[in-house]
């Protein structure tokens, strides 16, 4: 249980296009999802969480508008770059937590989309 | 703002060998811990998690241990394999299950 799936595993775009990237949660609902981004050699930083049907809660330094994330339902998230840019590349990894979380308030992550920005 | 850190950054040893992967934290406000393994162009696979009241917690040849007190919390790898090659992140929670922050990790490598 608690699988966490991404789509897709990897995308290769020309500079200035959009990429929309899923994360879906398999088997559970998740009311809270997670979007994280980790550059090469460097650990996870959460760039913002989002709450199923409200907006999502940006950390400092992540350009919203640039970031879009759409929460709509309570399986499914979605992360898009906009105008993507070289320096947007980068390994995006998404979690979610169960609505019934019990007491453990665990996040269980999906397997990453690596993202190549030409 | 929680401060990860995870010592050593690398490390490489025999198989068979018993290690010790250490991370320590500045915020000791934590609801819980998270240890996870991530393969090389992998997503996470989470290994262990301690509730803050808690001391340890077991998974067959892991052991994970917190004191939260002192902000640390130690990964003890029983009878290494080379399949435990990975890079090993901590991640505390300051935020009830909405706020994890990442350690820098630690990159092992186990030789035959």
């Known amino acids: 249980g608690a699988v966490v799936s991404q789509h897709p595993s990897w995308v290769i775009c020309k500079s200035g296009t959009s990429v929309k990237i899923e994360c879906r949660s398999l088997?559970?609902?998740?009311?809270?999802m997670f979007w994280y981004r980790q550059f090469p050699k460097q650990s996870l930083m959460l760039m913002a969480t989002s709450n199923e049907g409200s907006k999502a809660t940006y950390e400092q330094g992540v350009e919203k508008d640039k970031f879009l994330i759409n929460h709509a339902s309570l399986t499914l998230s979605t992360l898009t770059v906009t105008s993507a840019h070289p320096e947007d590349s980068s390994f995006y990894i998404c979690?979610?937590?169960?609505?019934?979380?019990?007491?453990?308030?665990?996040?269980?992550f999906g397997p990453g989309t690596r993202l190549t920005v030409l | 703002k929680q401060e990860v850190t995870q010592i050593p950054a690398a490390l490489s040893v025999p198989e068979g060998e018993n290690l010790v992967l250490n991370c320590s934290f500045t915020?000791?406000?934590?609801?819980?811990l998270q240890w996870f393994r991530q393969d090389p162009g992998k997503g996470l696979t989470s290994l262990l998690l301690i509730q803050s009241s808690q001391r340890e917690q077991t998974s067959g040849r892991l052991n994970a241990s917190l004191d939260k007190s002192s902000g640390r919390s130690t990964l003890y790898i029983a009878a290494s394999q080379p399949g435990d090659s990975a890079t090993y992140l901590c991640?505390?929670?300051?935020?009830?299950?909405?706020?994890?922050?990442f350690g820098t990790g630690t990159q092992l490598k186990v030789e035959l």
């Open positions: 088997d559970f609902q998740a009311t809270t």
């Open positions: 915020d000791s406000a934590i609801y819980n």
């Open positions: 979690s979610a937590r169960d609505r019934v979380s019990g007491v453990y308030n665990e996040q269980f």
């Open positions: 991640a505390p929670d300051t935020g009830g299950g909405n706020k994890l922050t």
